[in-house]
């Protein structure tokens, strides 16, 4: 054996021998440099660019109006925080478990390489251990070029991006993108995992807790303490010890910090999806501002949504449904709660839907809104996008058009049967809701109590189709209006935004404004990129806009309105319309306040009577959406009582209730007779008297006389005792 090294000793020491050792160790060396050199050819690997400029991909926060957060947007879930806000005993566990040489190393740890690079080649992936550094971990998270899969070339990808990282960037600066960038399975970053797993923000947490996180990291899937409570309790365990053999902690610190339990229920979390539909128009309005950008740039998006306000809504309208489908005498559709196990419906689903619409009728600014039933079921936002019959919640356009037309609200037509000839089909008779006539009444009457005849009349024969139609359409009705005379009793089809926004010109007092959801938009570093302002337009003069409050004041309070005063005290004022169209099929209530403004439509997605005719009472907008109408403004202006036994939650007012609408100066108040429209005098019944409000040279000159004197004066009023 001696011998034989000794004869291989003095051929490897001659020169021509070790001249050829030396170039093929040559060859070997530069061969390798090639290859590492060649390793991230290409798009193989990502470029010194891209890792110097590497932003961290942020969802963009959707936040109601008070601060709020509601839903976020983005491919990847995730919240960045800074490690110098955070205990150090987050950052010290993450180090502790997955790169104790980290503040060492320059961006690799040879060892864990080797042993890496050994497990693969032999294929005991089994046993392979965790070769890759923070710094490597975080370049495979960071690019995708370098990819996922076990193999030394991504090994190798990982030690150059790295490299490339610890010349780019401080240690710290690499353990915080760390921090935000690893994925936890449920989201992305310790802030998201925090939220998901402990129920609180990552500085909220103990040293147990922040133990778990980085336990958590290694293999989510596999630690995750809902799923497998006792494996993530072990792994926690090992990660306090090891904070412990890295002195971050006392070993009485840690065997204290192992007894401290996992968390035993998922907690629910403060990002909830309180409104999907209207979450879901933002979202569009974002994409089509800023596009993709609003899934990666953090972008924090502060809506006009109140959450309580929402909330209110969502009991109300759940109220509703609850309460139209408990009727099995006239609702014979399929009811909601039969289709709880179907995720979603390809087009129109088939139990009762509906829509709502709260809005500041001075800002625009939309404070609540359902779009239908079941987002999950069914996309479709009905708010927005469906096109229903409005029914009489058309007639306020009719009647505005007459008043600004000069015709007061005391002129009289008779509620009496007519005919209008029609190009192709048979004569149209229209009727009334009862089916029967009362004769002449005044145009308030009219409206107050929803006589078909006395729009129609109004409409057609007083001021004209195409006044109307150009009023609805200022006024904010953007589909088309057709100049046929059943258009004056609400043949057309509108949106219940549509409508909600030509509504507000009442409240306001002649000005109408665009609903809109947005506030304002600020980038991830806190600067206002977009801020959106009300979109006011003048579309009424404030003499008729008053005129047509006050005939709406009493269609809600003593009209077909009224119900809803079974729910909201008159102490409260409001005004509004009910909406029915043929056989009950569409039903609306549409009214306000001085500072709000809400409108409800209920009906099936394909029209349909909602309640069965011939068996019972036909659906209306009094009888179905005025009383939930009413809920909603009950709940914002007087609360919720608490209740224990029943578990509801007390709740504050969300509004001060506000003062009635002042009588508007420029008016000029006459009392008149109401059967005849004229000057109240002592020749009609004084129970007939009202106060009517005109604008000047439109009132009444001549004196009512409803009694049975023969002879009369023109202008003339008769001796005191006279008949």
């Not at 001696?2 to 001249?19: E, F, H, M, Q, S």
């Not at 609003?294 to 809504?313: H, S």
């Not at 239908?372 to 009719?398: C, Y």
Request: net charge negative; aromatic share 10%.
């Amino acid at each position: 054996m001696r011998r034989a090294w000794g004869a291989t000793k003095r051929v490897l020491l001659r020169p021509d021998v070790a001249l050829g050792l030396l170039f093929v160790s040559a060859l070997g060396l530069g061969g390798a440099w090639g290859t590492w050199l060649n390793l991230c050819a290409g798009d193989g690997c990502p470029s010194v660019a891209q890792v110097r400029t590497f932003e961290h991909e942020q969802t963009s926060k959707v936040l109601a109006h008070d601060g709020r957060q509601i839903t976020e947007f983005g491919f990847e879930r995730r919240t960045p925080v800074s490690i110098h806000a955070l205990p150090d005993y987050v950052s010290q566990a993450v180090i502790s478990i997955e790169d104790k040489r980290f503040y060492d190393h320059g961006g690799f740890d040879p060892r864990g390489i080797a042993r890496a690079v050994y497990g693969v080649a032999t294929l005991r992936s089994g046993t392979l251990g965790g070769g890759s550094t923070i710094t490597q971990q975080l370049a495979r998270n960071m690019f995708d070029e370098i990819g996922f899969e076990r193999r030394y070339v991504r090994k190798l990808k990982e030690v150059q991006v790295a490299l490339e990282l610890e010349r780019s960037y401080t240690k710290d600066q690499i353990l915080d993108a760390y921090l935000n960038e690893i994925y936890m399975g449920r989201g992305y970053g310790f802030q998201n995992a925090a939220r998901n797993y402990l129920g609180k923000n990552l500085v909220d947490v103990n040293v147990a807790e922040a133990a778990l996180l980085a336990a958590i990291l290694n293999r989510p899937g596999t630690y995750d303490p809902f799923r497998f409570p006792e494996r993530a309790l072990a792994r926690r365990n090992l990660v306090l010890r090891q904070m412990a053999a890295q002195d971050y902690l006392t070993d009485e610190e840690a065997e204290r910090w192992q007894r401290f339990p996992l968390p035993d229920e998922e907690p629910e979390g403060s990002v909830t999806s309180v409104a999907p539909y209207f979450e879901e128009w933002v979202r569009q309005i974002m994409d089509s501002r800023y596009g993709d950008k609003i899934y990666t740039a953090g972008y924090r998006v502060y809506t006009t949504l109140d959450v309580d306000m929402q909330k209110a809504a969502q009991a109300a309208m759940e109220a509703g449904w609850a309460a139209i489908e408990a009727d099995s005498i006239v609702f014979r559709h399929p009811r909601y709660a039969e289709f709880d196990t179907v995720s979603s419906f390809p087009g129109q689903t088939p139990y009762l839907q509906g829509a709502f619409v709260a809005l500041d009728p001075y800002t625009g600014h939309v404070k609540a809104m359902i779009g239908g039933r079941d987002f999950n079921q069914s996309k479709f936002d009905r708010a927005r996008l469906a096109r229903r019959q409005a029914g009489s919640s058309f007639k306020p356009f009719v009647y505005t058009a007459a008043i600004a037309a000069g015709i007061p609200a005391s002129r009289v037509i008779v509620d009496g049967p007519v005919v209008y000839a029609q190009l192709e089909d048979d004569d149209w008779r229209p009727s009334n809701f009862s089916n029967t006539f009362e004769g002449p009444m005044t145009i308030r009457e009219g409206l107050v109590r929803s006589i078909n005849m006395i729009a129609i009349k109004l409409g057609v024969e007083e001021v004209g189709l195409e006044s109307v139609a150009q009023t609805a359409r200022r006024m904010g009705i953007s589909t088309e209006i057709e100049r046929y005379p059943s258009t004056t009793i609400g043949a057309v089809e509108v949106i219940p935004l549509d409508v909600a926004e030509a509504y507000s010109a009442f409240p306001t007092l002649g000005t109408k404004v665009e609903p809109f959801p947005i506030l304002r938009v600020e980038d991830a570093q806190g600067n206002v990129v977009w801020e959106p302002q009300p979109e006011r337009t003048p579309v009424l003069d404030s003499l008729v806009a008053r005129i047509m409050v006050s005939m709406l004041e009493e269609a809600a309070n003593r009209g077909t309105g009224a119900n809803l005063r079974n729910f909201l005290p008159y102490e409260v004022p409001a005004a509004g319309k009910t909406g029915t169209t043929n056989d009950g099929t569409n039903v609306w209530f549409n009214g306000f306040t001085p500072n709000l403004q809400a409108t409800i439509w209920f009906g099936m997605d394909t029209p349909l009577p909602i309640h069965e005719l011939g068996v019972g009472r036909q659906a209306t907008g009094g009888g179905l959406a005025a009383p939930v109408w009413g809920q909603f403004m009950r709940r914002v202006y007087y609360g919720v009582e608490g209740d224990e036994a029943l578990g509801v939650e007390p709740q504050d007012p969300l509004l001060p209730i506000p003062a009635p609408w002042a009588a508007h100066p420029g008016l000029n108040a006459v009392q008149v007779d109401k059967r005849t429209g004229l000057r109240a005098s002592r020749w009609c019944p004084e129970d007939d008297r009202y106060i009517e409000y005109y604008i000047p040279g439109t009132e009444p000159i001549e004196e009512c006389d409803r009694s049975n004197r023969r002879f009369r004066l023109p202008g003339v009023p008769s001796l005191p005792g006279l008949p």
